[in-house]
């Protein structure tokens, strides 16, 4: 079984600027999170969604947003981007909430 | 509110050496508990878990038995191989929290042959 798979696993933007990640779970999985992993901060949960819907949010600001589509893809995004928004972001699939997670190898996204 | 307190590396070890890697929780109700391993450039990967008191979670010779008592929830492997450096990561999923993972700092393994 393919594992989770995240697009762009690099990228390059400039303070302002927005981004959009994306995310394609285990097949058969319906529940998506998203990470940020910095050095400072370690690993810090950003939302989860399952069934298209936000079960769960971290405490991040209102610019960082995700969605989930019918086909359980997901998509995060980052407005107005800051110098600290730099970061690995992970994406994690589960056969639904509550279980446990199986990550994507993430996408180096870096603000500059 | 729910944490993870993982001792601080890096950990420095001979191949063949045993390892332990300490891991604590604080948490209210009955969390689930996981070791994740990141290895350079790559995602995190689940090593193991376990869901409720004294279960032991075992894979790749790596153990971790969920000590309520002591709210710990230590890793440890027999004999370590240069194949094992990597970083990693203690984590809880409280129940209430549906699958949020809360982490640990991570631990940095480094085994030298």
């Known amino acids: 079984k393919a594992g989770v798979t995240q697009t762009p696993r690099y990228l390059i933007k400039t303070r302002g600027q927005q981004v959009t990640l994306s995310c394609s779970p285990i097949s058969g999985h319906r529940s998506v999170s998203w990470y940020q992993q910095t050095p400072g901060q370690g690993l810090q949960f950003l939302f989860e969604y399952f069934s298209e819907t936000q079960r769960n949010k971290g405490n991040f600001p209102g610019r960082f947003s995700g969605r989930q589509f019918s086909n359980s893809r997901s998509e995060m995004n980052v407005s107005t981007l800051e110098l600290g928004d730099s970061a690995l972001y992970l994406c994690?699939?589960?056969?639904?909430?509550?279980?446990?997670?199986?990550f994507g190898p993430g996408t180096r996204l870096t603000v500059t | 509110g729910d944490s993870v307190t993982q001792m601080e590396g890096p950990v420095t070890l001979s191949e063949e050496a045993f390892l332990t890697i300490n891991c604590t929780y604080t948490?209210?109700?009955?969390?689930?508990l996981f070791w994740y391993v990141q290895y350079p450039g790559e995602g995190l990967q689940l090593l193991l878990k376990?869901?409720?008191?004294?279960d032991k979670g075992s894979n790749k010779g790596f153990e971790a038995t969920y000590r309520k008592e002591t709210t710990s929830f230590h890793l440890e492997k027999g004999s370590v191989q240069v194949s094992d450096s990597a970083v990693y990561f203690c984590?809880?999923?409280?129940?209430?929290?549906?699958?949020?993972?809360?982490f640990g700092k991570g631990t940095t393994l480094s085994v030298s042959s």
């Open positions: 984590a809880l999923s409280a129940s209430q929290a549906g699958t949020a993972l809360i």
């Open positions: 948490a209210t109700g009955y969390p689930s």
């Open positions: 376990a869901t409720k008191a004294d």
């Open positions: 994690a699939s589960s056969p639904r909430t509550g279980y446990e997670q199986y």
